[in-house]
Structure formats: C-alpha cells, structure tokens
C-alpha cells in the first residue's frame, strides 16, 4: 500500500501563492490516480485536481487558472501550485490515492489519503 505525506500548506494573503507537496512511499505513484482533494469548513469534502491513469490533468472549475498538479515520478512526489488564493480556498487539503478511477473529484473513490496540511487565506 501507499503512504501519502503532505507538506507545504500554511498561511497566506489573499492574491498569494502557496504549493503544497505529497510525498509516497510503499509504492510508486506511477501505479496511481492521484488527487488533491479539500475539506472547507462546513462543506463537504471537493475534488480540486486530479491525474488520471492517462495522465490526464484535471480541475475543478473553482480552481482553474489558479492550480496546477504535476507530479515527478522520479521523486515519487506530487505537487500542488496554488495562485491567486482566495479566502474561499481555505481547508483541509489531502492528497490522495487510488489504483483506477474517472471520477478524479469524487471524493469517496480514493483508497489513499495523507493526513492533510493546512491552508489558510486571509
């Protein structure tokens, strides 16, 4: 199995810029789906982006233009860029896991989760 480690979150000024990082091991993410999902309060948990088996880089419609997820294989690391923060994007943000999916924002179809970082805009 997989373990996810998240770093990166922490607090930021509306309009800044912040990335987030998950690290793996017990697995190579190659193997994966992976997503960045986020918990804001009060509301359930939302897909931001994903990449699919393909490849394939997906986002949520809150968020395009302003992250971008990338991952390097060769340091079994994912990335999250996040831009133009807006207090609507603080939350609880997971990386996650999981073997096949296309539902790359469907919360509950993740198998993985790390344990979260923090990300605050104000």
């Known amino acids: 199995d997989v373990q996810l480690v998240e770093s990166g979150g922490g607090s930021v000024q509306v309009g800044g810029s912040l990335t987030v990082s998950c690290v793996a091991s017990g697995d190579t993410i190659g193997r994966y789906c992976m997503g960045w999902l986020r918990q804001i309060p009060d509301r359930e948990r939302e897909g931001v982006a994903g990449i699919d088996n393909d490849g394939e880089l997906s986002y949520h419609d809150s968020v395009k233009g302003r992250y971008t997820i990338s991952k390097d294989n060769a340091k079994n690391t994912v990335y999250l860029q996040m831009n133009s923060l807006e207090p609507e994007d603080t939350g609880m943000y997971y990386c996650?896991?999981?073997?096949?999916?296309?539902?790359?924002?469907?919360?509950?179809?993740?198998?993985?989760w790390g344990q979260g970082t923090q990300v605050t805009v104000s």
């Open positions: 996650t896991a999981t073997f096949y999916t296309t539902r790359v924002f469907q919360w509950d179809e993740y198998t993985y």
